[in-house]
């Protein structure tokens, strides 16, 4: 299994303060995607960044990747309550038709 | 976009019963379909992907006999879970992937729950 670590696991901060979320692999790959999940929730797709992509925005997502390093990172900005939620990051070695290997997730409390 | 659903949303059975949940992909052919289970405050784990028309692909350590999964359409992929244990509870997710998009989409996922 190439399953990701995330950190960190749990993270807490203020309305309106970026929140930073890492994510590290183990293999190769193709991609890396990274989702939002509430509590007891299905999945939103939050944002994809290809093998040969250093960086993507959406909004207020930013995200990096570094595959010399075997890492990702997440960043959002101004943060609202509402981005309140679990995030993951996970890797495909294929296109969208392989399975994903997801990291275990970062837990952020956006505190109002 | 894509759109995948899954039924039911929740389900509680008693242990030794069978449980059948079923995902569907409302306005696209999904060629590849893959079944997820996320235990509580656990990141989601692949249990196994099919191929419409063709026997499941499942990951190492999910008993093919216990989780069934049948993929008879480019619409719809079941997962029957045999003779449910407590610790089978779980919420487990399906994804299609279809050829008209780059990427999986995720149902909102079934909440198991076994007494």
């Known amino acids: 299994s190439q399953q990701g670590e995330e950190d960190p696991q749990a993270l807490s901060i203020q309305e309106g303060e970026n929140a930073t979320m890492n994510c590290s692999y183990k293999t190769s790959i193709n991609n890396l995607q990274w989702y939002r999940q509430n509590s007891g929730r299905g999945l939103v797709h939050l944002i994809l960044?290809?093998?040969?992509?250093r960086e993507k925005h959406s909004g207020r997502l930013r995200v990096t990747l570094d595959t010399s390093k075997k890492s990702s990172s997440l960043l959002i900005t101004a943060s609202r309550a509402a981005d309140t939620a679990s995030y993951f990051c996970?890797?495909?070695?294929?296109?969208?038709?392989?399975?994903?290997?997801f990291g275990k997730g970062t837990h952020l409390i956006i505190q109002p | 976009g894509a759109v995948v659903s899954q039924h039911p949303s929740r389900v509680i059975c008693k242990s030794g019963t069978s449980v059948k949940i079923e995902c569907r992909s409302l306005?696209?052919?999904?060629?590849?379909m893959f079944w997820y289970r996320q235990f509580p405050k656990q990141s989601l784990m692949l249990m196994a992907t099919?191929?419409?028309?063709?026997?499941?692909?499942?990951e190492q350590g999910v008993e093919k006999d216990k989780f069934l999964i049948n993929h008879a359409s480019l619409t719809l992929s079941t997962l029957t879970v045999t003779s449910a244990h407590p610790e089978d509870s779980s919420f487990y997710i399906c994804?299609?992937?279809?050829?008209?998009?780059?990427?999986?989409?995720f149902g909102p996922g079934t909440r198991l729950t076994v007494t």
């Open positions: 960044i290809r093998s040969n992509e």
């Open positions: 306005d696209f052919q999904a060629t590849t």
């Open positions: 996970a890797t495909g070695s294929g296109g969208g038709a392989d399975g994903l290997t």
């Open positions: 994804s299609a992937f279809g050829t008209a998009y780059y990427e999986q989409y």
């Open positions: 099919s191929n419409e028309g063709s026997k499941a692909t499942y």
